[in-house]
Each structure stands twice: as structure tokens, then as C-alpha cells.
């Protein structure tokens, strides 16, 4: 009785073993290499970037970095920030490492001069990976300089609004606040009684406070108060019950 070779069924069994295996590695290993992003957050308006201040006044800017890197392994980045002539700029963390496809945030501080004319002036960010030369597309935020101010805060979105009646043992308390320019602090003041305060970090135009508040039966009123960095303040008070 003939028997047949066994050279093609082994070699087919062979490449069934480890060469399907072997794509199947290849691809989950495979890496796409991007240029990195980079956003600054801060915003006076809607969609508008920049921070309000006065002279000599240092502003935070949150810097966003992303890697758009696909399939690849962590990355490191640095960051970096020109600012006009005059200006002083402090980037105590200018590192930092992301996987791909993610974001990450990194803080700028910026002093404009105690002496400067009112304006606009632009404060450009770049990021690098780590180990090359070669820097994203810049973006272009604002150091925007003013020294007079006369307008009030708004204070808008307050909770609970006036009227309602609210349950439990405790109730998160919260008010918005914008102003033309920017808002320094808001106040809460539960019957009158100072109870706490969020300092604004101009990052965005408009200002939060929020206060967990264990409830007391019956009615009450919640006043917040909102005041510039010119002293200017708007306050609005609303009444509610606790049931």
C-alpha cells in the first residue's frame, strides 16, 4: 500500500500554527506615529480665547495636550510658551507622559508688567515629543490687559431657584457668575450668615460656586454676592423651603 507525503500537510499545519499567529501579532502591534495637539483652555467669551487682567496681575492658563498617536506605546511631550517682551511665564511641570489617543493638562502662569498699556497680547503654545525637534502647530491664546472696569458681575442659574420647596438631609447649593471682564470671588450667605466662598481662577469666563449644605427645616434664603477684581458687585437673592 502507497502512502502519501506528508511534506504539504505539515507545511500547511506549520503555517496555520504560527503564521496566522504571526499577522494577528504584527497587527496588534502595529503603530501609527502622529504630531501631538495642543489647546489652551482659558476663554473670556464664548469660543473667544484669553484671560482678562490688570497689570502686573499673574493669570492661570490650562494647556491641553493631546497624543494622537494610534496603537503605540506612552509618549512623553513638553511644552513650551512664548510671551511678549515684559511678560514673565512659569511652567512648574513642562512634562508630561499620555498613551495614545489621550489628553492630558499641564498649568502656565503669566505676570504681565505692573506698567503697560491696555491690550491684547498673545501668548503662543507649542508642544514636542520628547527627544525630537519637532513641534506641533501653535496655538494662540491672550493676556488681555485692561485697567478700568465700572460693570457689575451677573449672577445667573441659582439653586434652588426662587420659590422651591426641596427635601433630604443635605442640598448642594450653586450660583453662576460672568462679568464683562472677569469675576474675582463669589460669596453664599445662607439667612444672612456667611457660610463660603469660591475664588475664580479666569481660566473660564464664567464663575461657579457650589456648597454642600445639611438641610434645616423650613424657609430660608440664600443670598450670593459676586465681586470683581475692580470691586464692582451684583448679588442675588433667592428664598426657599426645606420640607
Known amino acids: 500500500m502507497r502512502h502519501l507525503p506528508l511534506t504539504l500537510p505539515v507545511a500547511f ?30 476663554n473670556w ?4 480665547p484669553g484671560s482678562w487682567g490688570l497689570p502686573g496681575q499673574q493669570l492661570t492658563y490650562d494647556i491641553e ?4 498617536d494610534v496603537g503605540c506605546s506612552s509618549s512623553s ?21 499620555l498613551k495614545s489617543s489621550s489628553s492630558g493638562y499641564l498649568w502656565a502662569y503669566v ?14 503654545a507649542t508642544v514636542q515629543r520628547a527627544g525630537t525637534s519637532a513641534t506641533s502647530a501653535p496655538y494662540t491664546s491672550y493676556d488681555k490687559v485692561y485697567s478700568s472696569d465700572t460693570a457689575a458681575p451677573t449672577l445667573f442659574w441659582p439653586n ?13 447649593i450653586a450660583v453662576s457668575s460672568s462679568d464683562d471682564h472677569a469675576v474675582r ?13 469660591t475664588a475664580c481662577d479666569d481660566i473660564s469666563y464664567i464663575c461657579q460656586l ?27 437673592t433667592v428664598t426657599f423651603t426645606v420640607s
Not at 495636550?65 to 494622537?68: E, M, S
Not at 505676570?111 to 503662543?124: F, N, Q, R, V, W
Not at 470671588?185 to 466662598?197: A, G, H, P, Q
Open 185 to 197: 470671588k463669589v460669596d453664599l450667605y445662607i439667612d444672612n450668615l456667611y457660610v463660603s466662598t
Open 13 to 42: 499545519l506549520i503555517w496555520c500554527t504560527f503564521g496566522v499567529a504571526g499577522v494577528a501579532t504584527a497587527a496588534a502591534s502595529s503603530c501609527t506615529v502622529n504630531a501631538p495637539g495642543v489647546f489652551v483652555e482659558n
Open 160 to 172: 434652588p431657584w426662587g420659590g422651591e420647596a426641596i427635601t433630604g438631609r443635605s442640598y448642594t
Open 111 to 124: 505676570t504681565s508688567p505692573p506698567l503697560i498699556a491696555d491690550g491684547d497680547y498673545a501668548l503662543t
Open 77 to 97: 511631550f513638553v511644552i513650551s510658551l512664548s510671551v511678549p517682551s515684559g511678560f514673565s511665564a512659569s511652567i512648574p511641570t513642562n512634562t508630561i507622559t
Open 45 to 48: 467669551a464664548w469660543g473667544a
Open 210 to 236: 457650589t456648597y454642600k449644605w445639611h438641610t434645616v427645616r423650613g424657609q430660608h434664603t440664600a443670598t450670593f454676592d459676586s465681586y470683581d477684581w475692580m470691586g464692582n458687585a451684583g448679588a442675588i
Open 65 to 68: 495636550v493631546t497624543n494622537y
